[in-house]
């Protein structure tokens, strides 16, 4: 399908150690979001991107968080030196432009730090 | 802070009656409001929206109402059928950050036959 793809769908992994979350947008899609939804609750903001271009990055929760899109398309959130408090799951969402236009979500991405 | 609120964490309706979903929100400058569905192991569905110069909008059997004043919107699914089961969010956003969306803690719908 022609959906939102996140990669890998399920991530178990060592405190300590750093994962990189994979999203592949719509093509065509303008912007792309991440989102951290934990048990029992909605998603949450973190970060989204205009093409290349890191727009907001207010809900990212501390500075072993990063994300990156280089070429306008697929991006990368990175966690670095996880923590059990990381363990949720991960949404990529993208949209044909940041204003008045619905989000599309992927499936997600089911960290567990162990 | 929980800006966007659904308290009703569930609702059980019977088919063919009509579904009412609640939410509240306190944040003054949210102007354009969604609902979504989830399914389990999948990601959510926009469903509606509505834009805060209006106070409903309708789309087939799902219809959002929006109550500025009291910082308040519904989603009524009529007649509902139990495809609709799943977890309805709310979301939010507000001018100048209209790509960041603020989401509720959902509600479980079941529909029974």
């Known amino acids: 399908g022609a959906g939102v793809s996140q990669s890998p769908r399920y991530k178990v992994t060592k405190r300590g150690q750093d994962v990189a979350l994979r999203c592949d947008p719509i093509s065509g899609h303008v912007s792309l979001y991440w989102y951290r939804q934990a048990l029992g609750q909605g998603p949450e903001f973190l970060t989204y991107f205009n093409y290349e271009a890191q727009q907001d990055k207010s809900g990212l929760p501390n500075d072993r968080f990063s994300a990156e899109r280089p070429e306008g398309s697929i991006s990368t959130l990175t966690i670095q030196r996880t923590e059990q408090r990381d363990s949720a799951m991960y949404r990529c969402?993208?949209?044909?432009?940041?204003?008045?236009?619905?989000?599309?979500f992927g499936p997600g991405t089911r960290l567990t730090v162990l | 802070d929980q800006q966007v609120k659904q308290n009703s964490p569930s609702l059980s309706v019977q088919e063919g009656r009509i579904s009412i979903l609640n939410c509240d929100y306190t944040?003054?400058?949210?102007?354009?409001f969604l609902w979504y569905k989830k399914y389990p192991a999948e990601g959510p569905t926009f469903l509606i929206s509505i834009s805060s110069i209006k106070d409903k909008n309708e789309d087939g059997r799902f219809t959002v109402f929006l109550n500025k004043s009291a910082k308040h919107l519904s989603l009524h699914i009529v007649p509902s059928q139990p495809g609709d089961s799943a977890v309805y969010f709310c979301?939010?956003?507000?001018?100048?950050?209209?790509?960041?969306?603020?989401f509720g803690t959902g509600t479980r719908l079941q529909v029974t036959l």
């Open positions: 979301a939010a956003s507000e001018t100048g950050t209209a790509s960041k969306l603020t």
């Open positions: 969402a993208s949209s044909l432009s940041g204003t008045g236009y619905e989000q599309f």
């Open positions: 944040n003054s400058m949210f102007d354009y």
